[in-house]
């Protein structure tokens, strides 16, 4: 049972467009929702996140939406570089404390901002 | 600042083997998790350990283990390989305090089982 969804495998966006990145998730449990992006051959570097009492953060050119009715949030990338192609990973964490907590990912999107 | 290193990075074993998977956390970090990323799927939770107790552990079979050392640094052993068990397994630290869950990875390990 995947909690955490992105149904779009695949992105391609023209530099200087928006791109934006879409995740549902199931469990209501969850109360921060993370971002992270991987490039081919390194492990996930964190993007951005937001915590389920808001609506919308913001740092630059990224800034993630949050629907909690919906449990949707997305990502949007303003204006794509060439440098965002990476594939985008939407994660939730879930647990007690800092110290006992995990993320739920989900498959990711793949994005290829073309020059 | 050093970030979280992880060795080997690659390694090919056959079916049946042991394995062990080695990581050192950012410094100051007293949180390592682990996940297993297969191709094409997102990251799977493994084990979380804080101060050297196990504090949460995800759907692995027993060949999957793990412990965390007094300098925080931490080990996964996998026994009794599997053809599937090949993947790309991804350490990552934190803090351990707060709620955010913001997680700092390694590189990974990429295992290949034959």
């Known amino acids: 049972d995947q909690q955490v969804k992105q149904n779009s495998p695949s992105l391609s966006v023209q530099e200087g467009r928006i791109s934006i990145l879409n995740c549902d998730y199931t469990?209501?449990?969850?109360?921060?929702f993370l971002w992270y992006k991987k490039y081919p051959a390194e492990g996930p570097t964190f993007l951005i996140s937001?915590?389920?009492i808001k609506d919308k953060n913001e740092d630059g050119r990224f800034t993630v939406f949050l629907n909690k009715s919906a449990k949707h949030l997305s990502l949007h990338i303003v204006p794509s570089q060439p440098g965002d192609s990476a594939v985008y990973f939407c994660?939730?964490?879930?647990?007690?404390?800092?110290?006992?907590?995990?993320?739920?990912w989900g498959l990711g999107t793949s994005l290829a901002v073309n020059p | 600042d050093a970030g979280v290193t992880q060795s080997p990075t690659h390694l090919i074993k056959t079916r049946g083997q042991h394995v062990t998977l080695r990581c050192s956390p950012i410094?100051?970090?007293?949180?390592v998790s682990w996940y297993q990323q297969v191709l094409g799927q997102g990251p799977q939770f493994i084990f979380q350990?804080?101060?050297?107790?196990?504090?949460g552990r995800g759907n692995f079979p027993d060949r999957f283990s793990a412990r965390q050392f007094p300098n925080y640094s931490s080990e996964l052993n996998v026994n009794a390989l599997l053809l599937g068990d090949s993947a790309l397994y991804l350490c990552?630290?934190?803090?351990?305090?707060?709620?955010?869950?913001?997680?700092?990875f390694g590189e990974g390990s990429r295992l290949t089982v034959l």
């Open positions: 990552a630290s934190s803090t351990g305090q707060g709620i955010t869950g913001e997680l700092f």
């Open positions: 410094s100051g970090h007293k949180s």
């Open positions: 350990y804080y101060e050297k107790e196990e504090r």
């Open positions: 469990n209501s449990m969850f109360d921060y």
């Open positions: 937001i915590s389920s």
């Open positions: 994660a939730a964490s879930v647990g007690s404390a800092g110290n006992n907590r995990k993320l739920i």
